[in-house]
């Protein structure tokens, strides 16, 4: 089984703190997502990697910056938390970029920043 | 512009008996796949069943189903004989070989 892990189930910063995201997946996937979470606006993709050392902005990357150095680690960073970045962050890794790969996803973290 | 759109933003049904989850896509690719996932209040996000743009049959995996419409653009999850459960939230999602979009959510409770 596809396993997807995120360094923590729940955080707690304060306003201005640099935060880490950390995501690993076991499976050699190639691409990696990670998305936040909010009530009424669904699933909102940040970044994205479809290989070592590549990313590729999603929607809302604003406020964010994300780290490749490794096939299996996807890093999300929040260089000055700020309290509309509380939120859901989910973690996200697919084989292939064909249609039917399906996307394999961590337990997310609940983010509250103060 | 990709969108998917889940119009419920809250369903009930009652143990046993099959529910309707809706979902409609916006997107100008002649092939795409489309997805549902379900999430619990534990956060994770499960697969549950993949219908292909080219696919003339309807999915099926195991109570789950998908009503694939083309031509209306809509990919309704059918869960049948419905559990306490399948109480969660549920995610209809479009890959078009670039990007995942998914939709707003729809949160499912199972009344007993």
């Known amino acids: 089984d596809v396993k997807v892990t995120q360094s923590s189930r729940y955080l707690v910063k304060r306003t201005g703190e640099k935060v880490f995201l950390e995501c690993v997946q076991d499976?050699?996937?190639?691409?990696m997502f990670w998305y936040r979470q909010d009530p009424g606006l669904g699933l909102r993709l940040i970044y994205f990697?479809?290989?070592?050392?590549?990313?590729e902005k999603g929607d809302i990357p604003e406020g964010y910056s994300v780290s490749r150095e490794k096939k299996e680690r996807f890093s999300l960073i929040l260089e000055s938390a700020s309290t509309n970045q509380t939120s859901m962050y989910l973690c996200?890794?697919?084989?292939?970029?064909?249609?039917?790969?399906?996307?394999?996803f961590g337990p997310g973290t609940r983010l509250l920043v103060l | 512009a990709q969108k998917i759109t889940q119009t419920q933003p809250g369903m009930f049904v009652q143990e046993k008996e099959a529910v309707t989850l809706d979902c409609t896509y916006d997107?100008?690719?002649?092939?795409?796949?489309l997805f549902w996932y379900k999430q619990p209040s534990s956060g994770e996000m499960i697969f549950l069943i993949y219908?292909?743009?080219?696919?003339?049959q309807n999915a099926t995996e195991g109570r789950y189903s998908l009503n694939f419409q083309k031509a209306r653009k809509s990919a309704n999850l059918v869960i049948s004989a419905s559990q306490l459960g399948d109480s969660a939230m549920y995610f209809c999602?479009?890959?078009?070989?670039?990007?995942?979009?998914f939709g707003t959510g729809t949160s499912l409770t199972v009344i007993p």
């Open positions: 996200a890794s697919s084989f292939g970029r064909t249609l039917v790969e399906t996307q394999y």
């Open positions: 499976m050699d996937h190639e691409n």
């Open positions: 990697s479809y290989d070592v050392k590549m990313k």
């Open positions: 997107t100008s690719d002649q092939s795409y796949g």
């Open positions: 219908q292909g743009s080219y696919d003339e």
């Open positions: 999602a479009m890959n078009t070989g670039n990007q995942f979009y």
